[in-house]
């Protein structure tokens, strides 16, 4: 059992002053593995007010300075990350082999936005004007729990590389993996203020944070119901937001594609983070005559897929992150057959031998279509809809016709195609034929998937506020 009745303010580890006590369950067992006692109000603004404190002379520090303290960060994260990867598969049940690719990517996050720093002009000239890109202050970070240390690291990171200060506000799901992380940010050595976390519920901590007029900035990463609400609060002060919300993203697979490995990608793309990502593809579609050959490969590559311990090597699907979830995902599934959408493999209740866990069935539905609510709402778990379409102009429309617009996937064998149709598809990522990264490009949604961008200098951006000097090299009057 573990005890977490700390929270990290102005470069020590506090008693909050809020009571409330919140069980952590791991969720391969449902056994309770820890207790964590949440921050409330007051603790954000002290929080808060270490921030701004230290934001004084955190904000005059060199690029050079900056760019060490980013070194230390990736080198302690990495030199504690065997501790950080367990801490994640037992309290998200996230399976090892991709949480160590995660925790591994977190870590380098810290030294792709020192190089983006050193690369990026902190002043500009404009005709006569001086433009200085100054740090924009106190920043509140909102996180979700479906990859800690990954969101964490991607708005820490640009914040520091800017010179703001931040109030860490990481979902109470993830609270284990959140405090070994703020003891390797203490062991960083980052100056007193820079860095400060509080736990907590979202209506109480990520609220004070949204509407406190000392909070320049909220770059939150959630679902899009929350982002509303985040929105809503910061209209009073005016506090800037970077949106990072849901989404429902297409693989289109066009006819020329070599289905025997584009079915089987699309469906470990819509399964990725156990369903539980928000970039998942998790509606395939699919041309219309080649249905009943899509609907056996993608039975076959299910039935290939290892759902169990999160621990074990090989596992592909861990349990889903609490009951609340489980739940969530089953009321999706019972609602697809009701719908009237065929199911192609998986199912309501538990795969056997693993009801001890919150685990669910991978599953699949074909003759989805677009008025259903499995094809519409974000699941949020290994839930996949195949939509069939006639012509290609079909494919896209039916990939656009959502409310939002995070990623989308294309195979084909004809890349002149692929690249008309990315011009077309309403999303902030295209990804042709295969699952490439490119950490220093823009990530981010279109439509309802959020505001703003995250990564590269589009990331880094946020946290600056642009000061036009003119006159700056006038003498006298
Ligand atoms: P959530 O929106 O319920 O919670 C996210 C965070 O917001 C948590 O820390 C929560 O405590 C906090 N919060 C809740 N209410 C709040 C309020 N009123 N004010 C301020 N903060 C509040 O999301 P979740 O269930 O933790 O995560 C799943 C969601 O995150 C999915 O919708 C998923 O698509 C989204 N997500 C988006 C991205 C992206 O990059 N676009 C990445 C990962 C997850």
């Not at 006569?128 to 924009?136: G, R, T, W």
């Amino acid at each position: 059992m573990k005890t977490i009745d700390h929270i990290y303010i102005n470069g020590k580890f506090v008693k909050p002053r809020g009571n409330e006590v919140h069980n952590l369950i791991n969720p391969t067992t449902k056994e309770i593995i820890g207790q964590v006692t949440l921050g409330n109000v007051k603790d954000t603004q002290d929080a808060i007010a270490a921030a701004k404190e230290a934001f004084k002379t955190f904000s005059k520090t060199t690029v050079e300075e900056r760019g060490q303290m980013l070194q230390r960060l990736h080198d302690v994260i990495m030199a504690n990350s065997d501790a950080l990867v367990l801490a994640a598969v037992e309290e998200y049940g996230a399976p090892i082999g991709a949480t160590t690719a995660r925790l591994h990517f977190a870590a380098k996050n810290f030294l792709y936005n020192k190089e983006v720093m050193e690369e990026y002009e902190f002043v500009k000239y404009i005709g006569k004007a001086k433009v200085v890109l100054e740090p924009l202050g106190v920043i509140g970070l909102i996180t979700p729990w479906n990859a800690n240390y990954t969101h964490i690291s991607t708005k820490l990171a640009p914040a520091i590389a800017a010179g703001c200060t931040v109030v860490i506000k990481a979902s109470e799901l993830s609270t284990i993996q959140t405090q070994l992380l703020t003891e390797c940010f203490h062991e960083a050595g980052i100056p007193a203020g820079v860095i400060n976390f509080v736990n907590g519920r979202g209506d109480v901590v990520g609220s004070e944070l949204t509407r406190h007029p000392d909070v320049a900035m909220i770059s939150f990463t959630g679902s899009t119901q929350v982002g509303k609400i985040i929105a809503r609060d910061a209209t009073e002060t005016m506090t800037r937001l970077t949106l990072e919300l849901g989404g429902k993203s297409p693989s289109i697979i066009l006819d020329d594609a070599d289905f025997s490995k584009a079915i089987p990608l699309a469906v470990m793309t819509g399964f990725s983070n156990s369903g539980q990502a928000c970039h998942a593809g998790t509606r395939l579609i699919v041309p219309e005559g080649r249905l009943e050959e899509v609907k056996n490969l993608v039975k076959k590559t299910v039935e290939s897929i290892k759902v169990g311990n999160p621990l074990e090597n090989g596992t592909f699907i861990g349990p889903m992150v609490s009951q609340k979830q489980y739940d969530t995902v089953q009321r999706y599934i019972k609602l697809g057959i009701e719908e009237g959408a065929e199911l192609v493999i998986g199912g309501e209740g538990n795969p056997e031998g693993l009801e001890h866990g919150y685990f669910v069935k991978p599953t699949v539905f074909a003759n989805v279509t677009m008025d259903m609510s499995i094809a519409k709402e974000e699941i949020f778990g290994p839930v996949l809809s195949i939509l069939t379409f006639k012509t290609e102009e079909e494919a896209v429309d039916i990939a656009n016709n959502t409310i939002y617009g995070l990623s989308a996937y294309i195979s084909t064998s004809n890349l002149e195609k692929a690249n008309h149709i990315a011009s077309q598809i309403v999303s902030g990522r295209v990804l042709i034929n295969g699952l490439h990264d490119e950490p220093k490009a823009p990530f981010g949604g279109f439509k309802q998937s959020g505001i703003g961008r995250e990564f590269g200098a589009y990331g880094l951006e946020a946290y600056v506020e642009p000061k036009t000097i003119l006159g700056y090299d006038t003498p006298e009057i």
